[in-house]
């Protein structure tokens, strides 16, 4: 009875660190984004199968619209905007849509940065 009691109270004093340590890309869009829609037809349908949609998985909010609770280093201007969040507050930031190619090494980049594992791509 003891051990299960334990067991209990480590997992309590566990979920609240697990919850605070989040991890995730935070995508800034708005209607009629021509480079939201470019990123969305080329890398939205694959992006949660990757390993990086697995280490940061993808949350979107409406730039004109939601206020998410997020420390932003600064103010997010430009549709898509990346923000790579961690623990409530921005680690890093791709500004715009560069293409395909550009996007996943600019990724790769922040997450190497933050610290965050997802191995290269080939």
Known sequence: MRSIKTFFLLIMTWLPVAAWADTY?????????????????EISHIYAKTDEGRAAPLKRYDLRVDTPDVDFTSKVRFTPTFILVQNGAEVGRIEGYPGEE???????MML??????????S
């Not at 550009?102 to 790769?108: A, E, H, P």
């Not at 190497?112 to 290269?120: G, T």
Request: net charge negative; hydrophobic share 45%; aromatic share 18%.
């Open 25 to 41: 890309l935070l995508m800034a869009e708005e209607p009629g984004c021509y480079w939201c829609a470019k990123w969305n037809s």
């Open 102 to 108: 550009f996007f996943w090494g600019l990724l790769k």
């Open 112 to 121: 190497d940065d933050a610290s965050i594992v997802a191995p290269e791509r």
